[in-house]
């Protein structure tokens, strides 16, 4: 739930997630084999892969790729050796900057890949950006996501996790693709640690340590040999060129170095120069060479004449284009796009187009998507360096200060958007030269949020280095509600936390507030519930003390809500009462209206059905009156549970498939896969049991990727529910085994007990000798004693009428 509740529904202590959207359900229909939840529960959480299909991470094969024939004859080899195709389990890449490591790395995966079904992983290491590496500590929480593990399962330490990662691996055949790794410390974390995996490791280091204690392959890619080198020149001027000359076209390859990257370079040149005769292209070149050769300390094979290759072309730009490659290198982020080029050099969007084009014609640039374009990483430092030389101090803080200008008002205008009814950051107008995207529709702006999302860490954290602090915490706050629907609240933690630092440099106690009350939300989706009490209570006593009606009363519904899955009902009707007064005094009648649906979730969970179905049908008018499609839907949800009690099982379907229509058409995976669990309870009703578990699984399958344990938990008993309905009492009690466990583990006492009483009755139907069915009954009481101890701590009428209810089965025995 936002701070008015609408993107994540309100839950008491049960509660549910999956990537995709529930368009691509396929019913069950009648079942006879059952819908079945892959992967165990370990220590660490579910572990297993949902029924996900496998990763497939690998970017795309390269279209010109030219000779390296020998080198992939050698990589083919090195899987047949001692007639195992899978050893070595390890192979490095290693050769100098410019290389092509890889280029031929990828070539060959793409090769090899099929070898591998249980799919691959990959992620680019950044040794050598000018910014900060990638550490394993920050793939690692991205692998095992990838892998199914729940985010908030993910261990803490390093240690941990690369131990859970490695026993996921153990039965796995995947390809592990570590791409420009600097350091032993990147890779070793990552490693499999099994001969069925291939792991692909490519560095400017020979990483020598790999090969001695992990018994890595390596091959060491020097350059082109001259024929090799010529035909690449050959292959990228064809068609642009007369034939030129072999030996001049050696000459030309020389003076790059034979080196790939520089000689596609070279090459462009030569291509969009077709009048120009070789001889002059290489009396430049030769100029440039010189240059370098007197500047240079002659520390790296081939560096001299990357960086010749690089000023050769680059001096060859028009003033306004090299003005451009170098601000380029300014930019935070690994991509960028065309809106945010214009901002960085204060030009027009379609000046910026013009210009762009001009640089990949020059392979100075690649262009990964329509408007999206990245450096190879040395053209990257190549252009950061011509910018410290060319730019003053001040012109690189403007074109800094205008390109975080650009997301932070682009992403304003992406949350006005995706959530409409949170207040608005009062920020001053972006810079001269500055055009922020505006989006036509919802639909656009949720595109741009799922483009732009690995720009936006690094964006917050140049801003903090560059001591633009409120750049810093008004983009982290922006990011909050202008993220994709369907990203992971885990992603946003490290960019609230810079946000969050700055605003404490700043003083500025209101931003601190509204942080923390992100930072509670968005623990609250991770079931780190005693975290998220804490932050909504700091922002609570901060906005007591600056007198902020308004702020005090959104932390009040928050802290509700944090009660609420607590299962402190009383608490929560207070701080809910209390938020609602407030509401009505600032004539804030939306979030009056919000506040009154989740009271009514507040009594639909203590069991008082009537109080509950007129308050969630006054809010749920109120709702359609304002076409407020998020808290629309919030409601239908909570009308659905009351429906289903009130014995109106189609009535209750009715209501949960239109809340889910809601989540689709929002692209929300929270609500989604909330909801979805509203959709199976009462389909399991009806006796549609195929579409219940289809409902369940795919409910579970999202939260478990959202980081919601303690709402995937919820699917697993419906699930056991549903298979003791169908009479299947051993599935049953497999599920209601898993989600007591993960209740027990989040300290959930009531969801612990609700588990423990579907487990009793699963184990008491279970069918066999007549000795098992008495182990079967005792084990069904000890169940029961249990569920009636965690019943103890609960006084509302639900907790009440449960406790007489199981009490009543303990007697009969």
């Known amino acids: 739930m936002s701070n008015s509740s609408a993107d994540e529904p309100a839950s008491g202590g049960t ?6 959207s529930s368009r691509d359900v396929v019913q069950a229909g009648h079942v006879s084999g059952g819908v079945h939840f892959h992967g165990g529960q370990g220590a660490y959480g579910d572990t297993g892969s949902g029924g996900r299909p496998p990763p497939r991470q690998l970017p795309g094969d390269l279209r010109h790729f030219v000779n390296r024939t020998a080198e992939l004859r050698s990589l083919d080899a090195t899987l047949t050796t001692g007639g195992d195709p899978f050893v070595p389990p390890v192979c490095v890449i290693a050769g100098t900057a410019g290389a092509g490591k890889t280029a031929l790395a990828l070539r060959w995966a793409h090769q090899v890949k099929d070898r591998f079904p249980d799919g691959q992983l990959y992620v680019n290491l950044r040794g050598y950006d000018p910014g900060e590496p990638v550490s394993a500590e920050e793939v690692l929480p991205r692998f095992l996501t990838a892998l199914g593990v729940t985010a908030s399962a993910v261990p803490a330490d390093t240690d941990s996790a690369a131990a859970l ?70 292959t990228v001027t064809a068609g642009h060129r007369a034939e030129d000359d072999a030996a001049k076209l050696a000459e030309l390859a020389r003076l790059c170095a034979h080196l790939p990257l520089a000689l596609r370079i070279a090459a462009e040149r030569a291509a969009t120069h077709p009048h120009m005769s070789l001889d002059e292209l290489i009396t430049d070149l030769c100029d440039e060479s010189a240059l370098w050769d007197a500047l240079s300390t002659g520390d790296e094979e081939g560096g001299e004449a990357v960086r010749a290759v690089f000023a050769w072309s680059y001096r060859a730009l028009s003033p306004e284009a090299a003005r451009l490659f170098r ?37 100075l640039l690649e262009q990964t998507a329509p408007d999206r374009f990245e450096f190879h990483d040395l053209l990257r430092a190549y252009a950061g360096d011509q910018a410290q030389q060319e730019e003053s101090e001040q012109g690189r803080n403007e074109a800094l200060r205008r390109v975080l200008d650009w997301y932070l008002h682009t992403a304003d205008a992406a949350q006005g958007w995706i959530k409409p009814h949170e207040r608005r950051l009062p920020s001053q107008p972006p810079a001269d030269g500055v055009t922020p995207v505006s989006f036509a529709d919802y639909d656009q702006a949720v595109d741009w949020a799922e483009r732009e999302h690995a720009n936006f860490l690094p964006a917050v954290r140049a801003a903090s280095n560059a001591g633009l602090d409120a750049h810093a915490w008004q983009l982290a706050a922006v990011l909050w509600n202008a993220k994709a629907p369907s990203s992971l609240t885990f992603d946003w933690l490290p960019i609230g936390h810079a946000g969050l630092e700055a605003a404490r440099r700043t003083g500025d106690r209101a931003a601190q507030a509204r942080l923390l009350e992100s930072f509670g939300f968005g623990y609250t989706k991770l079931s780190r519930i005693e975290e998220a009490q804490q932050a909504h209570e700091e922002a609570l006593t901060i906005r007591r003390e600056t007198g902020d009606r308004a702020g005090e009363a959104n932390s009040l519904n928050a802290l509700g809500l944090v009660h609420l899955r607590k299962r402190e009902l009383g608490r929560a009707e207070a701080r809910l009462g209390e938020a609602s007064a407030l509401f009505a005094e600032s ?74 229509k809601f989540a689709l058409d929002l692209r929300n995976h929270v609500a989604e896969a909330c909801w979805l669990l509203a959709v199976g309870d009462a389909q399991q009703v009806l006796g549609d049991h195929g579409a219940a578990l289809t409902a369940y699984n795919r409910s579970a ?34 599920f209601h085994r898993r989600a007591a466990a993960a209740y027990r583990e989040l300290g959930d006492a009531w969801g612990e007990a609700v588990a423990l009483d579907g487990l009793a009755h699963a184990v008491r139907e279970e069918r066999g000798q007549d000795r098992q069915d008495e182990r079967g009954e005792q084990a069904a009481r000890e169940h029961w004693a249990a569920c009636l101890r965690l019943l103890d701590g609960y006084d509302d009428a639900r907790a009440r009428r449960m406790r007489t209810e199981v009490q009543a089965r303990l007697d009969q025995g």
């Open 15 to 20: 509660h549910s997630d999956l990537s995709g």
């Open 701 to 734: 399958t999202l939260h478990r990727r959202l980081g919601d344990r303690s709402r995937e938990a919820l699917a697993w008993h419906g699930t056991g529910e549903t298979y003791r309905r169908l009479g299947r009492p051993d599935e049953a009690a497999a």
């Open 165 to 234: 990662y490695r026993t996921l691996l153990a039965e796995r055949r995947m390809l592990v693709f570590l791409d420009n790794a600097a350091t032993v410390a990147q890779v070793r974390p990552l490693l499999p640690g099994n001969a069925r995996c291939l792991t692909i490791v490519t560095s400017r280091s020979r990483l020598s340590s790999l090969a001695v204690r992990d018994g890595a392959d390596r091959l060491t890619l020097g350059t082109l040999d001259e024929p090799e080198a010529v035909a690449l020149l050959r």
């Open 327 to 363: 601000l380029l290198g300014l930019h935070p982020g690994p991509q960028f796009a065309l809106g945010a080029v214009a901002a960085l050099a204060g030009v027009s969007v379609r000046r910026a187009r013009q210009l762009l084009d001009v640089l990949v014609g020059a392979h």
């Open 587 to 660: 004539g804030e009648t939306r979030r009056q209206t919000v506040t009154l649906a989740n009271l009514a979730l507040v009594r639909f969970r203590a069991g008082e059905l009537e109080q509950a179905a007129e308050d969630i049908e006054r809010a749920l008018a109120t709702h359609r009156e304002r076409e407020d499609a998020r808290s629309t839907g919030n409601a239908l949800w909570i009308l659905s549970g009351v429906q289903l009690e009130r014995g109106e099982p189609q009535e209750a379907l009715d209501s949960a498939e239109e809340a889910l």
